[in-house]
């Protein structure tokens, strides 16, 4: 890792520029241009990061991490959580459901990864299990490659129970010994809620062996059309039967 005057320098001036207007505290703004020349981020990049407040998000997230890894293993894992998660380039409606908000997810995984930050590579969707001749299936699986470890995440569209860290106790038992390598560290665990509850959460923890760490996350809801308005407004069948009116008219 570069001194920092070191990397300080090899940041374009347009980050600084960014940064100067942008960010009041210096301590931030160094945070941000690190993690830009870690990270390789463009100006754009850099800009949605100030603007998703990424800085303030880091570390925040309730975990265990401290009572089940290494230390500095749990350093750097609590680093890479984040609280909430910031979602808001997917556009769901009221009544979305965990399948809806996987597939969203997946469909923007570029923009994903890049809200889960640094190191993570995404392994897959619904990834199957067979532990004692049953199927169990894993939301999304990735694989972190700083922490040299498989990062299970589950996603919750509600609050937070304490039952979701039994589950996700026992997905990662399963993983460590069905798809972990011999070489990799103890896999951990996100759950994403809706919302979470700060003291329910550390009481749901308080005892589970394995490394988790309970986050929520935001994105932007369309609301359903009002029922009074429902048939006013045309379907797709009879917007495209117009285009294609509109079409033969012209050629006409």
Not at 211 to 234: A, D, H, W
Request: hydrophobic letters at 40%.
């Amino acid at each position: 890792m570069p001194k920092k005057a070191d990397f300080l320098a090899r940041i374009p001036w347009g980050h600084h520029v960014v940064l100067l207007f942008k960010i009041k505290d210096s301590s931030e703004r160094v945070w941000y241009l690190q993690k830009a020349f870690e990270n390789g981020w463009s100006r754009p990049v850099l800009i949605q990061q100030i603007e998703n407040d990424a800085y303030s998000r880091q570390g925040k997230a309730v975990t265990n991490f401290k009572a089940t890894l290494p230390p500095l293993q749990s350093d750097l894992a609590r680093q890479i959580i984040k609280d909430p998660y910031n979602f808001d380039f997917l556009t769901l409606k009221d009544d979305y459901n965990e399948r809806v908000l996987e597939a969203a997810l997946i469909d923007e995984v570029q923009k994903f990864l890049l809200e889960l930050g640094t190191g993570f590579s995404f392994v897959g969707r619904q990834v199957h299990l067979e532990v004692g001749d049953q199927d169990f299936y894993i939301d999304l699986l990735f694989y972190h490659l700083k922490l040299r470890c498989f990062i299970v995440i589950e996603l919750k569209t509600e609050t937070f129970k304490p039952e979701f860290a039994g589950k996700m106790n026992f997905y990662l038992s399963a993983v460590d010994d069905l798809v972990r390598h011999v070489d990799d560290h103890p896999s951990i665990g996100i759950i994403l809620c809706k919302t979470r509850n700060k003291v329910i959460a550390e009481y749901a923890l308080r005892d589970v062996k394995k490394p988790v760490g309970i986050s929520s996350y935001v994105t932007r809801i369309v609301e359903k059309l009002p029922q009074k308005f429902v048939g006013m407004l045309p379907s797709v069948q009879e917007i495209e039967k117009e285009l294609s009116l509109q079409k033969k008219g012209k050629k006409e």
